[in-house]
């Protein structure tokens, strides 16, 4: 497996619109050719070990591109996402950084990201940022919803982020409007991009000018300055066979159940549930997604239903 550290890395020349910080990396895909897969890169890798090069990897496009020619477009083929899932690596552990990307997403798709906590995927999700086919972006925590947007579509747009691992804390903005700051408590693994949207829309988004480069002091945030986390959503078995508890930082709420095609297939109202409650189903072998709803805010988690 990959094992190149970004801090380990030749630092990069000094790139427009960052001229007051040091760019350790920084990737526009102008140097690979139009179907070239991203993995052949050092610095990035597949989610499962060993499949650069495969429909799992992503390939460089000249369709859009917010400068030069390429881009890399990040797409899903199958219904519960992928087989397309890349991460860029960075195994930062201290410090303060600001990484931030373009992306264009089409309008009637959607599209996802997530940072990992470790080199290696899967170890840990630090956030996921997905981008719902409405135009809202929703960012989720440990199962809580801590950050939100909205983003344009059919144009490229930036997503930036300022983590400090010191203070723990991270601040997002899209096109240099803040969407709030919450805890960043674990190290920088790397950025999966991942085939899958808001589990209705199909995924479908190009990203471009991925950037990593030490943060100025002025741009970190302080850790009181940290939101706190909004409305939770967690359940269990998962996979399950016709019934799951949930549990919610809310007491009551509504609670729908969709399929991948977003048909509504299960809706309930129901409280109690920082407690735990049972939702019971007869529904077919497939993935779902559990929707909860309450107090104005709105989170969502996979199911996997097995029989």
């Known amino acids: 497996m990959k094992k190149l550290l970004?801090?380990?890395?030749?630092?990069?020349?000094?790139?427009?619109?960052?001229?007051?910080?040091?760019?350790?990396?920084?990737?526009?895909?102008?140097?690979?050719?139009?179907?070239?897969?991203?993995?052949?890169?050092?610095?990035?890798?597949?989610?499962?070990?060993a499949q650069e090069g495969t429909d799992a990897d992503a390939q460089v496009t000249a369709e859009v591109?917010?400068?030069?020619?390429?881009?890399?477009?990040?797409?899903?083929?199958?219904?519960?996402?992928?087989?397309?899932?890349?991460?860029?690596l960075a195994g930062l552990t201290e410090g303060a950084y600001d990484c931030s990307f373009w992306m264009y997403?089409?309008?009637?798709a959607s599209g996802y990201y997530n940072f990992q906590e470790d080199m290696t995927p899967g170890v840990g999700w630090a956030f996921e940022a997905t981008f719902n086919a409405d135009g809202t972006i929703s960012v989720v925590k440990d199962a809580?919803?801590?950050?939100?947007?909205?983003?344009?579509?059919?144009?490229?747009?930036?997503?930036?982020?300022v983590m400090d691992m010191d203070g723990d804390a991270i601040t997002m903005a899209?096109?240099?409007?803040?969407?709030?700051?919450?805890?960043?408590?674990?190290?920088?693994?790397?950025?999966?991009?991942?085939?899958?949207?808001?589990?209705?829309?199909?995924?479908?988004y190009f990203v471009d000018d991925v950037a990593i480069a030490e943060?100025?002091?002025?741009?970190?945030?302080?850790?009181?300055?940290?939101?706190p986390a909004r409305l939770s959503l967690s359940f269990s078995p998962n996979p399950a066979r016709d019934a799951i508890t949930l549990k919610s930082s809310a007491s009551e709420g509504t609670v729908r159940v969709r399929a991948l095609n977003g048909q509504l297939v299960h809706e309930q109202r129901m409280s109690g549930l920082e407690r735990g409650q049972r939702l019971s189903f007869n529904l077919q072998s497939g993935i779902y997604?559990?929707?909860?709803?309450?107090?104005?805010?709105?989170?969502?988690?996979?199911?996997?239903?097995?029989?």
Request: proline share 5%.
């Open 105 to 108: 997403v089409p309008a009637g």
């Open 144 to 161: 809580a919803e801590v950050a939100t947007g909205t983003y344009p579509f059919d144009t490229w747009f930036q997503m930036h982020h």
């Open 6 to 49: 970004l801090s380990a890395a030749a630092f990069i020349a000094i790139s427009a619109g960052m001229t007051a910080q040091t760019v350790i990396y920084s990737e526009g895909f102008e140097s690979f050719n139009v179907g070239d897969y991203v993995g052949t890169s050092p610095i990035w890798t597949t989610w499962v070990a």
């Open 174 to 204: 899209i096109d240099g409007t803040s969407m709030g700051s919450f805890l960043f408590d674990s190290p920088f693994g790397g950025i999966n991009f991942f085939g899958f949207g808001d589990g209705v829309a199909l995924g479908s």
């Open 65 to 88: 591109a917010h400068e030069g020619t390429n881009s890399l477009h990040i797409f899903q083929t199958a219904a519960a996402g992928g087989p397309m899932d890349v991460v860029m």
């Open 215 to 227: 943060a100025v002091p002025s741009s970190v945030v302080a850790p009181s300055a940290v939101a």
């Open 289 to 307: 997604f559990v929707e909860l709803t309450a107090g104005g805010q709105r989170t969502m988690q996979r199911l996997v239903v097995e029989h």
